[in-house]
């Protein structure tokens, strides 16, 4: 592996970036300290808690993203998956919050599975859930010779149903030796004019090759279906919203659960009281976090919507207030950096995720409950709003000063010059047509 010239990951050059913050973050942390024990909140165990934080970062969002119209690669851009490491290990050193990554097959495939767990390993990172693809076509993969143009798990032709199956299982066994606790399995397939696809059927199919899947792998393992509105596909969608993936995960069996991708629905839908529905019937998997104003842009988590990351995240701290049975949601981002470093948007969404978890901490929920049950709707409102308005920047830089990771990570990363390091060593890609990876 070529070495490359930054300092990045090393601690002396954090510890000197930190240097010249460290006295206001400590200022700025006790006077929050103060307001937030006259509101009865102890805000050392809010720093415990945001500390032992994670968010896994995705494989496949490490190099610039693209739309169908193009893609503008930048300098050092990642060549294999022991690239894509580096840079995640930048993210994680730097923001304190992503500790494991989500890996995609067959984009990440590698002959040595051991060795890569030791590179991983090496640069202070573990793998979370891994990802399935059967929504392109793998030309010259001896595993994928039939096409996915007409559906994978649910196509009519049981002979790429069964290439499809075959794949998702040869993922989970991939999983387990890595040590990756699930495999999310997000899929294409639907139809582009009415009539061109039986729902029910197409639904049943895909309902008897997960049950399939489900029946290979071994036991404890999750499958996590991801729904999604649209997109391949532009007017059905076989796993299509939260009630389908719910139907799905009901029929195939305990541990097979729901994953959340924020941006995988209409605009204005109540995505927070979705995951309560799932919450309630033990299903829910985890997140995909992302932001979004019109469709699945994949753009930074906490870019757009702020409050309604918030709102997520305060369904998710009331299950565990009331320790919802079954509640061990998996988080990760899943991004598309078109315009930005996409180094610098992963450090900074991490730290958006964890900014609405505090602020989730934040709520009174016996203030809240009382007032819900009283039907005071302003005091309600206010009850959480006073949570999400609540500056918690302290309390993240403070996280992240104790992890010996940096205060600032944008500031930090940038000053370690590792875009110019890996533009030196990594030959440039050339631009080109579409495709968000
Ligand atoms: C589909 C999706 C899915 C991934 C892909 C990269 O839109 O969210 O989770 O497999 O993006
Ligand atoms: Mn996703």
């Known amino acids: 592996m070529d070495q490359i010239i930054s300092p990045a ?12 913050l460290t006295a206001g973050v400590e200022e700025d942390y006790d006077a929050l300290g103060r307001a937030l024990d006259r509101r009865g909140i102890d805000i050392e165990a809010i720093t415990r808690a945001v500390a032992a934080f994670a968010v896994a970062a995705p494989s496949w969002a490490v190099g610039s993203g693209g739309t169908r119209f193009a893609r503008f690669p930048m300098g050092g851009e990642p060549r294999n998956i022991f690239d894509k490491l580096e840079d995640c290990a930048v993210v994680n050193r730097l923001a304190g919050a992503t500790p494991t990554v989500s890996l995609h097959f067959p984009w990440d495939e590698v002959d040595d ?47 790429v149903r069964a290439q499809a199956v075959a794949h998702n299982i040869h993922c989970a066994e991939l999983a387990a030796k890595i040590g990756a606790p699930a495999l999310t399995i997000w899929l294409g397939d639907g139809s582009n004019f009415p009539g061109q696809s039986n729902f029910t059927r197409a639904f049943e199919r895909y309902i008897d090759s997960v049950t399939t899947v489900y029946a290979a792998v071994p036991g404890g393992f999750k499958l996590f279906l991801e729904h999604k509105m649209y997109e391949p596909a532009f007017y059905s969608t076989v796993i299509q919203d939260w009630g389908s993936s719910l139907l799905a995960a009901q029929a195939v069996g305990d541990n097979c659960l729901c994953l959340v991708d924020l941006g995988h629905h209409a605009p204005n839908v109540n995505i927070e009281m979705i995951v309560a529905r799932l919450v309630h019937a033990g299903k829910l998997a985890g997140f995909h976090f992302n932001d979004s104003k019109y469709g699945d842009d994949d753009l930074d988590a906490g870019a757009i919507e702020p409050y309604r990351l918030f709102l997520v995240f305060n369904e ?59 039907n005071d709707p302003m005091m ?36 370690s010059g590792y875009r110019s390091a890996v533009t030196r060593i990594r030959p440039a890609k050339a631009g080109g047509s579409g495709g968000i990876v």
Not at 121 to 149: E, I, M, R
Not at 388 to 396: H, R
Not at 397 to 415: E, F, H, N, Q, T
């Open 113 to 159: 599975y051991k060795g890569l767990t030791e590179f991983a390993g090496a640069l202070g990172l573990g793998f979370d859930v891994v990802n399935s693809n059967t929504f392109q076509d793998h030309p010259g993969n001896a595993l994928h010779p039939l096409s996915y143009k007409y559906g994978s798990l649910s196509h009519t032709d049981p002979a």
């Open 9 to 20: 990951l090393d601690q002396d050059f954090i510890a000197s970036e930190n240097a010249a």
């Open 316 to 374: 998710l701290v009331d299950a565990e207030y009331r320790k919802a049975p079954g509640f061990a949601p998996s988080y990760m981002l899943d991004q598309s950096h078109n315009v930005t470093d996409p180094i610098e948007s992963l450090m900074t969404s991490a730290v958006e995720v964890q900014r609405a978890y505090a602020q989730a901490l934040l709520v009174d929920r016996a203030a809240l409950e009382g007032f819900q049950d009283a």
């Open 380 to 415: 309600a409102s206010q009850t959480l709003k006073r949570a999400f308005t609540t500056d918690v920047q302290p309390i993240l830089a403070m996280a992240r000063l104790r992890k010996d990771a940096a205060i600032d990570p944008v500031g930090a990363y940038r000053a």
